[in-house]
């Protein structure tokens, strides 16, 4: 066995994804979609195409909807917004930092900043909007620059007069200057449902909660603005897209539904809930992209609807039952430093933090969620979402034991079949990558790779195929046996995907005291094969002979790690994306061998200076 020095970590993967054009995956991914995903898909291009060539003015038609006066029902929501307001209390001054930027005319979403003159410069159509990602475009056309001002206001009277011009420059800035249906590509753009959906929800929070603080004229453009957005989501729900997209829009609509008292409109959003509540959660609570990060957000939108419904005496027993199983998720997956594990599209900082999500499942009556004691978390695996806890006390591992995609869901999905996370403590020591962006590109494409996991890659390819942002296509079919007495997991999974090599993988995981012993088995003519543990960046690696320490920022052993079986070890820097444009290097121990190898980690936790 041969220990090599640090050296830079591959840059690229030799498969068909560098090529960005992969046709076979494209078909796969397609092929693998409900009827009524492609058939939302089909609504959605003709309308794209036919809409904008008719000889009439599709926008003038949704203005001409909107009534001349409105009776408002704002009383709910505002309760709601404060019940948000109070689950992020320690997040205040973040948010005040934020608002006060805004306010100076500095938007940031996914981390990148673009600089106006002022405040009142920013624009949406700006020259450095359009050159960013649609992402970016997403959040800033669905006006999430709003929602720091609308969580940080506790008390709306201290907000000067100056900055409720700056709003309402914003709002003008968009008013008129973005029709309906305009261009071919209007559904994908300014009108993109989703981005829609942010716009109802930000801009009438913001409304609620400072009403009595807005002129008559300004109130007025902000209720014609939700209006005619809501009718326009109300036709637009993004049944191509399901997953997470379907409950913003039945957020949206709820919401809209509530303040207008529209029940036709919350009756759309009641039935996609529950639609969704049927169909996109597993038994243990949690959301089937399994991705920590969208289950906190699709959570927070039931947790809305559940307190919205139940104030106007329409709850509904589905969407509320769903809501409290999706807390309980949260609260099983919670690890011992209290945020998400960043498993598949998984940022911080995107979703609200999860122990803001369970303090807001809290505040809502109808729940009767229990307040758990301090530092009393539960640990229970989530075999039906494929998340399995091992470990005791405070040093937990968790693995990743289920398929890699659900198939007509695919695009937030990593590859990662066997992935271990590891905690000592509160300290994370070995973790997931994250995510940079999703702009197709080798960003995107190397946090989804499975060289980016602590589990085996095989050659220099993927295990499936995946190719652009989010397509995917292949299936590992994963057998689990799991003894949670005994701090025993075991996991096997073959590979057979066109175009991938041919193996079987099996891992074998148990503690034994203070020792986490990993063994590889894999069945394969292809070589090389590599085993990856990619640590914290806070934690740093001293070899000595064919032992790793695993020192900690003051220099002390968190943990050492003994390799067998392996034929070459190094240690390379790898890249970890713990928010959306953020990239940090950290070290990543890699061990090669050959075909009919069995590689074996032992993870040692007696700590020592």
């Not at 997040?91 to 106006?116: C, H, P, V, W, Y």
């Not at 709306?156 to 261009?183: K, R, T, Y």
């Not at 993109?192 to 930000?202: A, T």
């Not at 034991?401 to 937030?412: K, R, S």
């Amino acid at each position: 066995m041969k220990i090599g020095g640090k050296q830079l970590g591959s840059t690229c993967i030799k498969c068909s994804w560098c090529t960005m054009t992969d046709y076979l995956t494209l078909t796969g991914t397609a092929l693998n979609k409900q009827p009524r995903q492609l058939f939302g898909i089909a609504t959605r291009t003709i309308k794209s195409a036919v809409f904008p060539r008719l000889p009439v003015d599709v926008d003038r038609r949704y203005e001409k909807s909107i009534p001349d006066e409105f009776t408002v029902c704002s009383e709910a929501i505002r309760k709601n917004t404060i019940r948000i307001q109070e689950s992020t209390s320690d997040k205040r001054e973040s948010f005040q930092r934020q608002m006060e930027a805004t306010i100076g005319g500095d938007i940031s979403f996914l981390n990148k900043t673009i600089s106006f003159e002022d405040g009142r410069s920013i624009s949406v159509d700006a020259p450095a909007v359009l050159d960013q990602s649609s992402h970016w475009q997403l959040k800033c056309w669905g006006f999430e620059h709003l929602k720091p001002i609308w969580l940080s206001s506790y008390h709306p009277s201290e907000i000067p007069n100056s900055d409720f011009g700056v709003h309402q420059a914003w709002l003008d800035d968009w008013m008129g200057d973005h029709p309906i249906a305009s261009d071919t590509r209007y559904l994908r753009r300014y009108w993109m449902p989703h981005s829609v959906s942010l716009r109802i929800l930000n801009w009438t929070r913001y409304v609620t909660l400072f009403e009595e603080h807005l002129d008559e004229e300004f109130r007025e453009k902000i209720n014609r603005f939700i209006h005619k957005n809501a009718q326009f989501l109300a036709d637009n729900v993004e049944y191509g897209v399901g997953g997470n997209h379907l409950i913003e829009n039945a957020a949206g609509l709820v919401v809209a539904g509530t303040y207008f008292q529209e029940k036709t409109w919350r009756q759309l959003g009641v039935r996609i809930f529950e639609q969704t509540a049927k169909n996109q959660f597993f038994e243990d609570g949690g959301h089937i992209e399994r991705s920590p990060m969208y289950h906190l957000i699709v959570c927070q939108r039931f947790l809305t609807a559940v307190d919205l419904l139940e104030q106007l005496n329409e709850g509904s027993r589905i969407i509320r039952e769903t809501a409290a199983d999706g807390v309980r998720f949260v609260e099983h997956l919670q690890p011992p430093d209290n945020q998400i594990p960043l498993l598949n599209d998984s940022v911080f900082d995107e979703a609200l933090p999860l122990s803001s999500i369970l303090q807001y499942a809290r505040s809502i009556p109808v729940l009767d969620l229990v307040q758990k004691r301090a530092g009393n978390h539960l640990f229970s695996s989530l075999t039906d979402s494929g998340y399995y806890w091992l470990g005791t006390d405070d040093d937990r591992m968790l693995v990743a034991g289920h398929e890699v995609a659900i198939p007509h869901l695919p695009g937030h999905a990593h590859i990662h079949p066997g992935q271990v996370c590891l905690w000592i403590g509160n300290q994370r020591v070995l973790t997931d990558t994250g995510v940079f962006e999703y702009s197709a590109g080798p960003h995107r494409q190397r946090a989804r790779s499975i060289q980016s996991h602590n589990t085996v890659q095989v050659d220099e390819q993927e295990p499936i195929r995946m190719a652009s942002s989010f397509w995917m296509w292949g299936t590992v079919d994963p057998r689990v046996s799991f003894n949670e007495a005994t701090n025993h997991f075991e996991i096997a999974y073959s590979v057979n995907t066109v175009g991938c090599p041919r193996y079987h993988h099996y891992r074998d995981i148990r503690l034994s005291q203070n020792t986490w012993i990993v063994t590889d088995r894999i069945d394969t003519d292809r070589s090389p094969v590599r085993s990856r543990l990619h640590l914290h960046p806070d934690l740093s690696v001293k070899t000595e002979n064919n032992q790793f320490r695993i020192l900690d920022s003051s220099g002390s052993q968190l943990l050492s790690i003994t390799p067998t079986g392996h034929d070459h070890i190094s240690v390379v820097d790898a890249l970890y994306y713990p928010r959306y444009g953020q990239e940090i290097t950290r070290d990543a121990l890699v061990m090669v061998g050959s075909e009919g190898s069995e590689l074996t980690w032992k993870i040692h936790t007696d700590r020592r200076d």
